[in-house]
């Protein structure tokens, strides 16, 4: 799972547009307004908590040592990794900061861990932390991906390791902050609500099972927090009120009384008389889509995308200011020469921002080792996902899919479920993401905010209560999920690109602004 601008928040982009076809194409959706929102007209915030900021500062070391400390617990949930152990080191932080209740949260799979403090507040703040991680190969890593080292990097010192920016470094930050207010003050300025998760990297499959546990309690907040790294290599900041849903799965052929070999590979030359498995599952992925694979086939699957609402156009028409910036970082960022049928302009970002999609995300089947061997394998496998767009839900998807295949004379491939949950959106209206953008002002980093990202996480669990959920904070990183993934802690001279402290100054910032 999951922005520093559109462009470098993007960690899958796979656009989806093309001419409507008879069965029905992707939505077209015309601009109904020229309004554009304006994030600096909202002021910044103009507190000041010199004493906080001055234990950050202070305590750097101790800050960053925390940090590592993290980045050091390996967390791996796709192969249950170190996954008891981080949760643990979650839950005793929390009991070291004097929280109410800090406790595991049991879960038909990896745990979750639920933390409350009483601030004795107005105003209640949850905090949503994912503590996994994705695997890695130690070898394509410049310094090794558990070591936490903070070596020279073109952006200036950076600490480099599997979730340094995604997500463990901007959370344990945000908790530095929280250390640094607790010293000075010997409290918070807001309650606090801790709903973490040790699944995110893995679809978030049991993670509804902790918010049902605390779900009465959860209704009663005033607003979600994922502690983020927002800013672009340049510095520039932006904000996602919302992410797509997403249907993962796979898709597999097998031979069967219908034909194919059932129980093992066979000679090749058997093909003249036996069915394969291997092209079945070709036709049939290639049956969902058209020949360029940028319009999906599958009868009504576009039907359910909702058109944006009068506040997202005003959001998009702002975007639209600095787009053709975005298109040629978005080519340089992912190496790609031109877009789905050479889209440009609003119709690129429009088909990114609500367009749903399908992606074969790997495929394997019979010898793929050096030189030839020739066979008929008797079985091939696909890993399969969908971007769903706003009111797309991934069981409708689902069913849409598997109707589409036994149409199609594909009824004997299996459909295995591994992820999926529908989109989530937040207001821009909502106190909290008035009061980060506040926040943002005031360091100068007016963000460039957009309706949602083209990724996927779990915030429907907030926003279907009817929570609004803020992915943001200061800090540049990169490299989510990919080798040297690294977060910037002292930039060169003259760069825009916060620092530790600074980061960690904006969280204390942000949690004084929404106690207002």
Known sequence: M???????????????????????????????????????????????????YAHIDQNLDAHLGSIQRWLRQRSISAQNVGIQEMAEMLRSDLEGMDFAEAELVPTSGHPGVWGYYDAGADKTLVLYLMYDVQPVDPEDWESPPFEANVIDHQFGRVIMARAATNQKGPERAFFNALESILAVEG????????????????????????????????????????????????????????????????????????????????????KAMVDSPVLKLIQAIASMTSVDGNTILIPGYYDPIRPPTHEEETLINALLDDWETQETMLKQAFAVDRFANDMTGRDLLMSYLYTTTLN??????????????????????????????????PEEALEMIRKHLDDNGFGDLEIRQLGGYPPAQTSVEAPLVQAAIRV????????????????????????????????GGLGHGSGAHAPNEYMVIEPHEGSEIADLAQIEKFYVDLLYALAE
Do not use: C
């Open 187 to 270: 409290t918070l300025p807001v309650n606090l609500m801790i709903a973490a998760e040790g699944e995110e990297e893995i679809g978030s499959p049991n993670y509804p099972e902790v918010i049902a546990k605390y779900e009465d309690r959860l209704r009663s907040a005033d607003g979600v927090l994922f502690p983020f790294n927002s800013q672009d290599p340049r510095g520039d900041v932006s904000m996602f009120l919302g992410v797509k849903g997403i249907l993962y799965f796979e898709l597999e052929a097998r031979g069967n009384e219908t034909g194919g070999p059932k129980e093992a590979e066979i000679h090749g030359s058997l």
């Open 360 to 393: 074969v995300d790997g495929i394997w089947a019979g010898y793929t080792g050096e030189g030839s061997k020739t066979i008929l394998p008797h079985m091939a496998t696909a890993k399969m996902d969908s971007r769903l767009a706003p009111n797309q839900r």
């Open 440 to 471: 943002y002002n005031k360091y100068g980093k007016t963000p460039d905010v957009s309706p949602r990202i083209g990724g996927s996480a779990p915030y429907y669990v907030f926003t279907e209560l009817g929570l609004p959920l803020v992915a």
């Open 2 to 52: 999951p922005g520093r601008r559109l462009s470098l928040v993007v960690v899958a982009l796979v656009l989806i547009a093309a001419p409507p076809l008879a069965a029905g194409g992707p939505p077209e959706f015309s601009a109904t307004t020229d309004e554009a929102f304006d994030a600096a007209a909202l002021g910044s915030y103009e507190g000041e908590h010199s004493a906080v």
